[in-house]
Each structure stands twice: as structure tokens, then as C-alpha cells.
């Protein structure tokens, strides 16, 4: 069996680091709020090129808390592409604002000209969402001034790739991650300090002014993203590596996104019109793949790649074998 994610194997590569870690802060007494939980938020927001980081329980809970603390008006609409995990959109929701889908580019990222049609009197802000593990178009800061809306990314897959110029970004250390927490943690990283300040407050359960919730990561999750941030260089280049044997073999038999510079390739996606018949045969031949996203969409673009869209197995822990062997089923295709 060829997995999609080796979370079996990944693990095994840094158990006993992980349990030592964990196991010397739980032996005194501290399961949350541990100094690992501070020293990981430095490192975090070094790597991500910020001054300040936030951990929270999951992505969705950094991205929900961080909206509803920019107290936006009652009646504000934020942009959001269509084309992205259905997370981004509830956050929106749950933060109390409306989203307002826009269509995708051929990079999977919004499509600032449709944006641009988006915009009324009540648009406040953008979510940039960078899909695949690339980063964000360079002109997304200026575009946001001209308009006059603030911008917040969610990088949820894309840490270790640049990150924009925002007034907050999101990270995800779930399972599919290359620095996963082996659970669901997540975290806010900013150059503002009152941005880190509330969300600070925010993610345990908040005061007078702003609302909060109960969203606190644990020493084992910590623990586990200590030793990943030390890794995650290694698991980067082994995604590439992996990526770059696909371009290889298949350019000429399928299409893939326009992928830009500095990508991480979180996610592989290959495009063909026979999507489903392809994952199927891939699937008799056990070897696993994900669909990104498998849902309605309304706008065109992001309806089209819906359908011709299969992410391949690109763990870090996939091995050179895998990839040969999915890489011939594909040629067979």
C-alpha cells in the first residue's frame, strides 16, 4: 500500500525524542502553558519572518479568533476564494462576518481581478489563501492598500514558505503537515503586538472586551512540534524532491497547477479530465490519493479545477520505491 500520509512512519523516526521531551514536562506537573509552549511560539515566528506567535488548539480556532478581535462592523464581508478547505469560510462565519466567495486563478489562489468585482462598500478584509504550500503573490500587499482592506492569510499550507506581509497569518500543525504536532494545534503569527496581545487573551476564554475561547495546546503537541521545527528543513526538501520526480515523468502526460516559486508542495496535484476513473484505478492498485476539494463550487475556475484535481502521495516519509510505483501506474493510466 502506497498511504497518502506515512504519520506510522514519521512517527517512529521521532518517538522517543517526543516522549522524552513531553515526558520531562507532564513529570512536573505541566500539561499546559509549559515553557515548551513559549519557547516553540520564538521559534515559530522566526521561521515565519514575525515578530510575535500565538499557538492555538487548530488553525480554524487561530483564524476565528484572530478575525473577531479586528472587530470589524457588524455588516462587514470579507473575501475568501471559493477554492479552499470549507475551514477558512466557517471561520468567517464564526467570527461573526459574511464571506464573500471569489473564483481562484490557475495557481489556486484568489483571483485578485475577480476579487476586484467583489468589492462593495461593506468589503473589510481579504483571507489570502495559500493552497499547495505556495506563497503569496508579491502585489497582494499593495492591491489590499489600494483597496483599503486588510489583509489575513491563511498559511495553513504553506509554513516554511515566505509569508506575506499580513496583519496576521495563520499556521496548521495537523497530521498531513511537515511539522505536524501528531494532533490538530495551530497558531497566529503577526508583526503587531496588539494582535498577539488579544489573541493571547482570546484563546483562553478571553475578558470584558473581547470574546474567547478554551483553545490552548497541549506539552505533547508542543513537544512534538519542537522536534519537527528541527526537521522541518529536511521534510521540505524531501517534498520537493518527490515533487520534482512527478514533473519529471508525467509533464507531457498530465497538466499541473502553475506552481510558483519558493513552494513547500504540501500538496502534489496533478490534472487530467478523467479524475475520478484515474483515482480509482490508483485505488485498485493500492495506492491511496486526496481530493482537494470535493464539494459544490460556483465559480467557474473553481468548479472546473474541482473536477480534474488529484493530489498524489507526497509525504516526507514516502519512499523512493512508492514514488516509482506510483509513478508507473500513472504512465499506465
Given at each position: 500500500?502506497?498511504?497518502?500520509?506515512?504519520?506510522?512512519?514519521?512517527?517512529?523516526?521521532?518517538?522517543?525524542?517526543?516522549?522524552?521531551?513531553?515526558?520531562?514536562?507532564?513529570?512536573?506537573?505541566?500539561?499546559?502553558?509549559?515553557?515548551?509552549?513559549?519557547?516553540?511560539?520564538?521559534?515559530?515566528?522566526?521561521?515565519?519572518?514575525?515578530?510575535?506567535?500565538v499557538?492555538?488548539?487548530?488553525?480554524?480556532?487561530?483564524?476565528?479568533?484572530?478575525?473577531?478581535?479586528?472587530?470589524?462592523?457588524?455588516?462587514?464581508?470579507?473575501?475568501?476564494?471559493?477554492?479552499?478547505?470549507?475551514?477558512?469560510?466557517?471561520?468567517v462565519?464564526?467570527?461573526?462576518?459574511?464571506?464573500?466567495l471569489?473564483?481562484?486563478?490557475?495557481?489556486?489562489?484568489?483571483?485578485?481581478?475577480?476579487?476586484?468585482?467583489?468589492?462593495?462598500?461593506?468589503?473589510?478584509?481579504?483571507?489570502?489563501?495559500?493552497?499547495?504550500?505556495?506563497?503569496?503573490?508579491?502585489?497582494?500587499?499593495?492591491?489590499?492598500?489600494?483597496?483599503?482592506?486588510?489583509?489575513?492569510?491563511?498559511?495553513?499550507?504553506?509554513?516554511?514558505?515566505?509569508?506575506?506581509?499580513?496583519k496576521?497569518?495563520?499556521?496548521?500543525?495537523?497530521?498531513?503537515?511537515?511539522?505536524?504536532s501528531?494532533?490538530?494545534?495551530?497558531?497566529?503569527?503577526?508583526?503587531?503586538?496588539?494582535?498577539?496581545?488579544?489573541?493571547?487573551?482570546?484563546?483562553?476564554?478571553?475578558?470584558?472586551?473581547?470574546?474567547?475561547?478554551?483553545?490552548?495546546?497541549?506539552?505533547?503537541?508542543?513537544?512534538?512540534?519542537?522536534?519537527?521545527?528541527g526537521?522541518?528543513?529536511?521534510?521540505?526538501?524531501?517534498?520537493?524532491?518527490?515533487?520534482?520526480?512527478?514533473?519529471?515523468?508525467?509533464?507531457?502526460?498530465?497538466?499541473?497547477?502553475?506552481?510558483?516559486?519558493?513552494?513547500?508542495?504540501?500538496?502534489?496535484?496533478?490534472?487530467?479530465?478523467e479524475?475520478?476513473?484515474?483515482?480509482?484505478?490508483?485505488?485498485?492498485?493500492?495506492?491511496?490519493?486526496?481530493?482537494?476539494?470535493?464539494?459544490?463550487?460556483?465559480?467557474?475556475?473553481?468548479?472546473?479545477?474541482?473536477?480534474?484535481?488529484?493530489?498524489?502521495?507526497?509525504?516526507?516519509?514516502?519512499?523512493?520505491?512508492?514514488?516509482?510505483?506510483?509513478?508507473?501506474?500513472?504512465?499506465?493510466?
Open positions: 500500500m502506497v498511504r497518502f500520509i506515512n504519520l506510522d512512519r514519521h512517527w517512529s523516526a521521532v518517538r522517543e525524542q517526543v516522549q522524552s521531551l513531553a515526558d520531562a514536562s507532564l513529570s512536573a506537573g505541566l500539561c499546559q502553558n509549559s515553557p515548551i509552549v513559549e519557547e516553540i511560539e520564538g521559534r515559530i515566528a522566526k521561521r515565519a519572518g514575525k515578530k510575535y506567535c499557538t492555538f488548539a487548530c488553525g480554524t480556532d487561530a483564524l476565528t479568533q484572530g478575525l473577531r478581535n479586528l472587530k470589524l462592523s457588524p455588516r462587514a464581508e470579507v473575501l475568501v476564494p471559493e477554492y479552499t478547505y470549507i475551514a477558512t469560510i466557517n471561520a462565519k464564526l467570527a461573526g462576518y459574511t464571506p464573500v471569489c473564483d481562484v486563478d490557475d495557481s489556486y489562489h484568489i483571483d485578485l481581478d475577480a476579487a476586484d468585482a467583489k468589492i462593495t462598500a461593506n468589503t473589510q478584509a481579504i483571507i489570502y489563501v495559500t493552497l499547495l504550500g505556495q506563497p503569496a503573490r508579491s502585489d497582494i500587499t499593495e492591491w489590499c492598500k489600494k483597496n483599503n482592506l486588510t489583509l489575513v492569510e491563511d498559511a495553513a499550507q504553506s509554513f516554511g514558505a515566505p509569508i506575506a506581509d499580513s496576521f497569518s495563520i499556521l496548521s500543525f495537523s497530521p498531513s503537515k511537515p511539522c505536524t501528531f494532533g490538530s494545534a495551530g497558531a497566529l503569527v503577526t508583526d503587531y503586538l496588539d494582535v498577539a496581545n488579544k489573541a493571547q487573551q482570546t484563546r483562553l476564554h478571553g475578558n470584558a472586551d473581547y470574546l474567547g475561547i478554551n483553545s490552548m495546546i497541549s506539552t505533547t503537541e508542543a513537544s512534538a512540534i519542537q522536534i519537527n521545527l526537521l522541518l528543513d529536511q521534510h521540505l526538501a524531501r517534498r520537493k524532491q518527490i515533487a520534482y520526480e512527478y514533473f519529471r515523468e508525467l509533464t507531457g502526460k498530465f497538466t499541473f497547477p502553475r506552481y510558483l516559486k519558493d513552494c513547500t508542495y504540501s500538496k502534489f496535484v496533478i490534472q487530467t479530465d479524475r475520478d476513473m484515474l483515482k480509482a484505478r490508483l485505488n485498485v492498485n493500492n495506492i491511496q490519493t486526496g481530493i482537494h476539494y470535493n464539494r459544490q463550487f460556483t465559480q467557474p475556475n473553481s468548479s472546473r479545477l474541482s473536477k480534474i484535481s488529484l493530489t498524489l502521495p507526497n509525504c516526507s516519509y514516502t519512499t523512493d520505491e512508492e514514488v516509482e510505483r506510483t509513478i508507473t501506474c500513472l504512465k499506465e493510466f
